[in-house]
């Protein structure tokens, strides 16, 4: 089988989250979202532009 370095590495680190957070689902999305308030990084809701396209388009 095939040996995919990238991926390893992404569940590798994947699992390192996990288990810092407990397997704790709800400590992982508060922790995300901490983090997305504290980046300078401008977020795109992309579903609203699929909303507008998609009306744009039919009208």
């Given at each position: 089988?095939?040996?995919?370095?990238?991926?390893?590495?992404?569940?590798?680190?994947?699992?390192?989250y996990?288990?810092?957070?407990?397997?704790n689902?709800?400590?992982?999305?508060?922790?995300?979202?901490?983090?997305q308030?504290?980046?300078?990084?401008?977020?795109?809701?992309?579903?609203?532009?699929?909303?507008?396209?998609?009306?744009?388009?039919?009208?």
């Amino acid at each position: 089988m095939y040996k995919d370095e990238i991926i390893e590495e992404v569940w590798k680190n994947r699992k390192a989250y996990v288990d810092r957070h407990n397997h704790n689902l709800e400590q992982m999305i508060e922790d995300l979202m901490i983090r997305q308030k504290q980046s300078d990084r401008k977020i795109i809701d992309r579903r609203s532009m699929s909303n507008n396209q998609t009306k744009s388009s039919s009208g």
